[in-house]
């Protein structure tokens, strides 16, 4: 059944080529780009495919006609979006119609074990940007809470940070989005290879939403305290992504660290209920 899958998912994107070239034209900028980890996703999507090509083997395959409508829909609405030439709306349908495709051919039992790895590429798709004037307003408000706890002389103008040595502009492309999608990103696929329950899952996933956020305030708030004690001097001032993925970095091997402490590793290999019978499939 897997090699059929993954013949049917290279030919969508052969079909859907115009989606699939601009998907990958925006995962291709890497600098400063906040979804260059579009090629991460889709290979881990894969990785979770293969991980559960047994699982796959046991479910009877039962073709859904009706969800014939649903493709048809879903094509229609891609195409619709092509005339008005809205490139974003054509990747977000994308998405549902390769699950409308799969529920077609395959049924609910082969849709439902495919869901997650199919709306895990929704990661990587540029939907999340209005995300970033809340992002801006977090860290913003955060970081100068933390300058005014260190003593700092300073006060803020809209998202401008005054200190007498100069001012600090924290903008949209500080916001931390693309931090935020790569914890997410990774964050979700630890869940899911490590962790069987959804408390379980759900923390993984909420320390991953965290944490990045929290790198971002650390950040603006140590590049605040460098411009202040350097007069603005330091070289993290110009070049302050750098310091981000640092610190991204640091917290996510403390969670690693706090993770193998607590010792709550499930089993890697996905537990599967027996086939008793098969399933007589109704048109």
């Given at each position: ?103 077609l051919l395959g049924g609910w039992q082969v849709t439902w074990k495919l869901l997650l790895p199919v ?165």
């Amino acid at each position: 059944m897997l090699p059929a899958f993954v013949f049917l998912f290279l030919l969508l994107l052969f079909l859907y080529q115009d989606t699939t070239l601009y998907l990958a034209r925006i995962w291709s900028e890497w600098e400063g780009g906040s979804y260059s980890h579009g090629f991460v996703v889709l290979l881990l999507s894969g990785y979770i495919i293969y991980k559960k090509r047994k699982v796959l083997s046991l479910v009877d395959t039962c073709p859904a006609l009706y969800a014939l409508p649903l493709v048809a829909l879903n094509v229609v609405a891609w195409s619709l979006a092509g005339l008005a030439n809205i490139q974003l709306l054509q990747a977000v349908i994308l998405l549902p119609l390769v699950l409308s495709v799969i529920l077609l051919l395959g049924g609910w039992q082969v849709t439902w074990k495919l869901l997650l790895p199919v709306l895990y590429i929704g990661l990587a798709i540029p939907v999340w940007s209005p995300l970033m004037p809340l992002l801006q307003t977090i860290t913003a408000e955060s970081a100068f809470s933390l300058t005014r706890v260190a003593g700092i002389p300073a006060f803020m103008d809209d998202y401008t940070i005054n200190l007498p040595a100069g001012r600090l502009s924290i903008e949209e492309a500080c916001s931390g989005l693309h931090y935020l999608l790569a914890g997410v990103t990774l964050g979700v696929f630890y869940a899911w290879q490590n962790y069987r329950t959804f408390r379980h899952r759900f923390l993984v996933v909420a320390l991953a939403i965290g944490a990045p956020i929290l790198a971002n305030i650390l950040r603006v708030f140590i590049i605040t305290w460098l411009a202040h004690r350097t007069a603005m001097q330091h070289p993290y001032i110009e070049d302050h992504l750098s310091l981000g993925w640092y610190l991204f970095a640091a917290l996510v091997f403390l969670l690693l660290v706090v993770d193998l402490l607590l010792g709550r590793h499930a089993d890697e290999s996905e537990t599967v209920q027996p086939r008793v019978k098969n399933v007589q499939c109704k048109y």
